[in-house]
């Protein structure tokens, strides 16, 4: 027997939906919802207070639960007594009711719940990092080891905290007295640990309390590297290597860069004859920006003295400075280095005598021994490679004199270099510089090889260009980014650095050519009117006020009555 179909309403769904859709069934909803929400703003303190009664019933029944048996019968008879007494005294019911009603009312507010302590996984991360500390700050024997399998993490870790992410921020940690925090190895090992379970890539800061033996551990932020080059605020002699952390030097200068003007901490070099570092020396990886740091270098000596270029990588980075007033010469070939700093070594001696005889007669040095000349040679290293191939002096031979007698003649030397070749950096350079630089990343032993001292920090793998560390003389280790200052002539630097790096130029004392004489105002035509930097210069401009010196790439020299002449030897 064929079966009967269902009447159609029962099978479509349609209608029930339209049904409850219906604009009389929605008002009635809405009308509800209102009618339940006055109700309990209405109804509310009797909420709370029920709720509170609640509480205090449930208190109370705890309370009776954990009273002894023998002391429940006194408990009793000492209740009675009071419900007595209040049963007696004037409106004592009445009182009685709002006590209890206020009771109540504070038992029963809505109370936040703060959350204290590492959530699980934070305490499970505290206690991985905990043990893994154990195998080195404990000892067989100790009565009470601070740091044991299975031990108390909460009574060494004085303090911590996490990031949004759950990951360790800071730490504070104590360690037995017995520990040997004087010694770096000690120290290292400890700083790997934590810098492994804390989570790598970033950079952590070490503060150790020796007196408090406590280690405190901090995340740093990344330094500032959208600081472009521009004129610093700063005093003749001064000289702005880069930026570092708020906490490690006491002096903030301002500067533009990013979206507005801000106050940022300086590494400051001071040079001079005041200085206890006159001459630096920068070392690092290839590309991670030791040129810039000397471009940036140059900038600022050309404010107030005279700058000597010896670009022995022969890339010809510093073209943008041939020409310019103060630029005494930009010299890529071995020839031309070495006519130019047996110039300058022999003006530092010119200087010296002339202020010595001076000083003799009761005058004042005169102003042409007193204008700072800075000796700049990106990459020394190279051309003492060729000068061996020629079988000619390495370059550096000239930069004995200004490095052992510039501080007391204004004469400053600045040698860029890179780690593979720093073994070739002649004695003096080495002995003579002792404000230094490591750019890129760097290993703890090569930071210490170079500064004298270990960084307080964990050096990351990955750092931009221009980021390493810094330190002057004997004073602490710095980290430290160089303010941006790409070649102008560089077709991959962006315009907006360009323009930076370019109105820091002194003005041209050398047209580019007849046709475009240069003036302040068109710089940025003019660079790009500018011949190849690693093109023949003449660079020639005068040296103090009774000297000149003129170069050409990969001329000869010969010393004049005290001036150097350089003649063509080539083509
Ligand atoms: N402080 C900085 N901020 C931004 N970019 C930088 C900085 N320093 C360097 N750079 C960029 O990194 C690259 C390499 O820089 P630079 O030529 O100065 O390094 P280098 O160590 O001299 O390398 P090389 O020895 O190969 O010449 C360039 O593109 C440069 O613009």
């Known amino acids: 027997?064929?079966?009967?179909?269902?009447?159609?309403?029962?099978?479509?769904?349609?209608?029930?939906?339209?049904?409850?859709?219906?604009?009389?069934?929605?008002?009635?909803?809405?009308?509800?919802?209102?009618?339940?929400?006055?109700?309990?703003?209405?109804?509310?303190?009797?909420?709370?207070?029920?709720?509170?009664?609640?509480?205090?019933?449930?208190?109370?029944?705890?309370?009776?639960?954990?009273?002894?048996?023998?002391?429940?019968?006194?408990?009793?008879?000492?209740?009675?007594?009071?419900?007595?007494?209040?049963?007696?005294?004037?409106?004592?019911?009445?009182?009685?009711?709002?006590?209890?009603?206020?009771?109540?009312?504070?038992?029963?507010?809505?109370?936040?719940?703060?959350?204290?302590?590492?959530?699980?996984?934070?305490?499970?991360?505290?206690?991985?990092?905990?043990?893994?500390?154990?195998?080195?700050?404990?000892?067989?024997?100790?009565?009470?080891?601070?740091?044991?399998?299975?031990?108390?993490?909460?009574?060494?870790?004085?303090?911590?905290?996490?990031?949004?992410?759950?990951?360790?921020?800071?730490?504070?940690?104590?360690?037995?007295?017995?520990?040997?925090?004087?010694?770096?190895?000690?120290?290292?090992?400890?700083?790997?640990?934590?810098?492994?379970?804390?989570?790598?890539?970033?950079?952590?800061?070490?503060?150790?309390?020796?007196?408090?033996?406590?280690?405190?551990?901090?995340?740093?932020?990344?330094?500032?590297?959208?600081?472009?080059?521009?004129?610093?605020?700063?005093?003749?002699?001064?000289?702005?290597?880069?930026?570092?952390?708020?906490?490690?030097?006491?002096?903030?200068?301002?500067?533009?860069?990013?979206?507005?003007?801000?106050?940022?901490?300086?590494?400051?070099?001071?040079?001079?004859?005041?200085?206890?570092?006159?001459?630096?020396?920068?070392?690092?990886?290839?590309?991670t920006g030791s040129t810039t740091l000397l471009r940036s270098i140059a900038l600022q000596a050309l404010h107030h003295g005279d700058v000597l270029v010896i670009d022995g990588s022969g890339t010809g980075e510093f073209g943008c400075l041939a020409g310019r007033r103060g630029v005494l010469g930009v010299e890529c070939g071995l020839a031309g280095a070495l006519a130019t700093l047996e110039w300058a070594s022999h003006e530092t001696e010119r200087r010296l005598i002339a202020a010595n005889r001076a000083r003799q007669a009761g005058r004042p040095a005169p102003d042409d021994t007193r204008r700072p000349l800075w000796i700049i040679a990106d990459r020394p290293t190279a051309l003492a490679h060729v000068a061996v191939a020629e079988g000619r002096d390495d370059p550096q031979r000239w930069l004995q004199v200004p490095l052992r007698h510039g501080r007391a003649a204004h004469v400053t030397v600045v040698v860029a270099d890179q780690f593979e070749s720093a073994e070739l950096l002649s004695d003096p350079v080495r002995a003579h510089t002792k404000a230094r630089v490591v750019l890129g990343p760097a290993t703890v032993e090569e930071v210490r090889a170079v500064l004298g001292a270990p960084p307080h920090t964990t050096p990351t793998a990955s750092v931009p260009p221009g980021r390493g560390y810094a330190r002057l003389g004997t004073g602490p280790v710095l980290r430290l980014q160089v303010p941006a200052t790409p070649d102008p002539l560089d077709s991959a630097t962006s315009e907006v650095q360009r323009r930076a790096v370019l109105a820091l130029l002194p003005e041209r004392t050398v047209p580019v050519d007849a046709e475009a004489p240069a003036t302040a105002d068109d710089e940025p035509a003019v660079a790009e009117a500018e011949p190849p930097p690693d093109a023949a210069k003449p660079a020639a401009e005068p040296v103090g006020a009774t000297t000149r010196v003129s170069t050409v790439k990969g001329g000869e020299s010969r010393v004049v009555n005290g001036s150097v002449e350089v003649v063509r030897a080539e083509g």
Not at 93 to 121: D, H, Q
Not at 224 to 248: H, M, N
Request: charged share 25%; aromatic share 8%; glycine share 10%.
């Open 1 to 287: 027997m064929a079966r009967r179909p269902l009447p159609r309403i029962l099978t479509d769904s349609a209608p029930i939906a339209r049904m409850a859709n219906s604009a009389p069934l929605a008002r009635g909803r809405e009308l509800a919802r209102t009618a339940a929400d006055s109700a309990s703003d209405v109804f509310h303190p009797l909420i709370t207070i029920g709720r509170g009664l609640r509480r205090l019933a449930a208190a109370g029944r705890g309370r009776w639960a954990r009273t002894p048996k023998e002391h429940r019968g006194p408990m009793l008879v000492f209740v009675a007594g009071c419900v007595v007494i209040v049963a007696l005294v004037p409106y004592g019911p009445l009182l009685a009711l709002i006590a209890v009603m206020g009771a109540g009312a504070w038992a029963g507010r809505e109370r936040t719940t703060v959350e204290t302590g590492p959530t699980e996984a934070e305490t499970e991360r505290l206690r991985a990092l905990y043990e893994a500390l154990v195998p080195y700050l404990s000892v067989e024997g100790d009565p009470s080891p601070l740091y044991a399998h299975d031990g108390d993490w909460e009574q060494a870790f004085g303090a911590y905290a996490f990031d949004d992410s759950g990951r360790l921020e800071r730490l504070q940690l104590k360690y037995p007295a017995y520990f040997t925090d004087g010694e770096d190895r000690s120290r290292a090992r400890i700083e790997q640990v934590l810098y492994a379970k804390a989570g790598r890539g970033r950079e952590y800061h070490f503060a150790w309390d020796e007196l408090a033996n406590q280690l405190t551990l901090t995340v740093l932020g990344a330094l500032p590297t959208d600081i472009a080059a521009q004129r610093f605020v700063t005093a003749p002699g001064e000289t702005v290597l880069g930026f570092t952390d708020p906490d490690s030097v006491q002096r903030t200068l301002p500067v533009a860069g990013g979206e507005e003007p801000r106050d940022v901490p300086p590494v400051v070099w001071r040079t001079g004859q005041r200085s206890t570092e006159p001459h630096l020396l920068v070392l690092g990886q290839p590309g």
